[in-house]
DNA sequence: TATTGTGTTGGGATG
DNA sequence: CCATCCCAACACAAT
């Protein structure tokens, strides 16, 4: 008699209820990892994505052969790779924490009534955000909150988030499969990226390497900078910083390689007894930003898309595939010719990561501020190339930036020239990562176009040639966008109000 | 139903 | 250089 703990999410043995749950079964003891196939023909899931997992996988597979087990991992579709074992393994029960994405939700539902039929016990635990999306949803009134406030004020209904429970240490004896060759099989082993097809030939040495040793190690790096702490306020952490302002502990997040609920409890006692900023600014309140998404996203139809999602503004976005790639910019030099975007996007595709404000530059040029282009596109690259993809935060942000959900202010409009000037005068993050125009002069360094001449071939980067010119004009675009914006919001208010006047018509009848 | 207050993190002019 | 104010103008929540 056996227990599968199927991990998914929640890469880690602290804080891990759905673990614990399998360990306290009282049975031998499956940890297992599907690799399914789902997500290497639908998600889009970047080489740079794919290694933070492997590594991830690498390290919970030690971390579990330290106290006693191991990880296996089981390829192909999770129905037909975990029933296969559920006859193998002699399974009773298997235990997983509850994810709250369309595609797990769906997966998960089908899982539940084949294991059923199957006579194995479903233990489904909570683990991936502080507080649970459907009690959220109570708290606020049986609405889904809309507003950062009007999710404050529920968890503050709901009170402190559960304690985070430590990692187990050596296993109970009962855990240890009785076939002792399991523990050792190579069948089960974490395949090579090579083996999985990942073309990693244009990888650079990880920055941010996956794991859950690794998310600790960099969560008590950040905890013992108290005053850093303490005083942390998002907004003013520069976007464009040679190395990171914030913590980068966004990756470790999303995979569960660290939880959230840890973070929480060791932020408040890095708090306790000090002055310290506030949500939403403060740390905390980063936490609670992510709650936030992953609430509304669990709790609203369609969130990822424009088309069919209540709370999102329907605007006409056109669909330039060359404006798009230009963005994107399919090979390694910048190609907007705007070099604060392009040099974002490098790091981007680069790193794996960039700065939150930095998301939100390059998110309001390519949509509502200069290009006109979709959010969901843009949201499809951010899932490609960021380590912190996160489904729910992902389109949360999209949504917000693009002024279609959330955030209502569109005349509001990040200038790709000024904006980063304030946290960086000298360009010098454009340098680093535009080498091009590492010798330009700082006068034209944010708008190279401007440059005389004699200044561009000094600088050894002429414009049009080595470094593209600006694809839109920023001025002309933005007021041409603002007014498109403009009426766009009419519409979508007459839209409204004229389906609230045939529902009102609907309910006399 | 109308009114008022508020909104994680802008830009530009002014002193 | 910086802090401060206004710009122009919207949706949504609260009342």
């Known amino acids: 008699m056996s227990v599968i703990c199927w991990f998914r999410k929640g890469l880690r043995l602290h804080d891990n209820p759905a673990l614990t749950a399998a360990i306290d079964q009282g049975m031998e003891l499956f940890p297992v990892f599907v690799l399914d196939p789902w997500f290497v023909a639908n998600a889009r899931v970047g080489p740079n994505r794919w290694r933070f997992l492997h590594e991830s996988l690498t390290d919970l597979d030690n971390s579990l052969k330290a106290i006693g087990s191991r990880l296996f991992i089981l390829k192909g579709k999770p129905e037909e790779a975990l029933v296969k074992y559920y006859s193998k393994f002699d399974v009773k029960a298997i235990t997983w924490e509850y994810d709250s994405e369309p595609y797990s939700k769906e997966r998960d539902q089908r899982i539940e009534e084949i294991s059923e039929s199957k006579g194995v016990k479903v233990i489904i635990k909570h683990g991936h955000t502080l507080y649970e999306a459907e009690r959220i949803f109570k708290a606020n009134g049986n609405k889904v909150p809309l507003t950062y406030q009007a999710m404050q004020k529920s968890m503050s209904n709901l009170g402190a988030p559960p304690k985070p429970k430590p990692a187990p240490s050596q296993l109970p004896s ?103 900023s506030q949500p939403p600014v403060s740390l905390h309140g980063q936490l609670l930003w992510r709650e936030f998404f992953y609430a509304v996203g669990a709790l609203s139809p369609n969130f990822d898309r424009m088309e069919g999602n209540p709370i999102c503004k329907q605007i006409p976005w056109s669909n330039d595939q060359k404006l798009l790639e230009a963005w994107k910019h399919v090979r390694l030099q910048g190609r907007t010719g705007y070099p604060f975007i392009d040099a974002l996007m490098t790091q981007l595709k680069r790193e794996g990561w960039i700065h939150h404000l930095g998301r939100h530059a390059v998110a309001c040029f390519l949509t509502r501020g200069d290009l006109w282009q979709s959010w969901e596109e843009g949201m499809k690259v951010f899932e490609e190339f960021l380590l912190d993809a996160d489904w729910s935060l992902n389109a949360g942000n999209w949504m917000w930036l693009s002024a279609s959900a959330f955030f209502h202010q569109y005349f509001r409009v990040y200038s790709p020239v000024a904006f980063g000037k304030s946290t960086d005068p000298d360009g010098d993050y454009i340098r680093k990562y535009i080498p091009a125009l590492s010798k330009f002069p700082t006068k034209y360094i944010y708008e190279p176009w401007k440059a005389p001449l004699s200044d561009q071939k000094a600088a050894g980067c002429i414009i049009g040639q080595d470094y593209p010119r600006p694809i839109v004009d920023h001025d002309i675009a933005r007021k041409k966008n603002l007014q498109k914006m403009s009426n766009a919001y009419k519409a979508d208010k007459e839209k409204r109000g004229a389906d609230d006047t045939s529902n009102k018509a609907k309910k006399k009848k």
Request: charged share 25%.
């Open 174 to 276: 009962h855990c240890e499969p009785k076939n002792k060759a399991l523990m050792t099989s190579t069948k089960f082993n974490i395949p090579s990226l090579e083996d999985l097809n990942i073309d990693v030939s244009e990888l650079l040495p990880p920055l941010y390497p996956g794991g859950e040793s690794e998310a600790l190690k960099r969560m008590k790096k950040c905890l013992s900078k108290k005053q850093w702490i303490c005083n942390f306020e998002k907004p003013k952490t520069s976007p464009n910083s040679l190395e990171p302002s914030t913590t980068v502990l966004s990756p470790y997040l999303k995979f569960g390689c660290l939880s959230s609920r840890l973070f929480y409890y060791e932020l408040a006692k890095v708090y306790e007894g000090n002055k310290h």
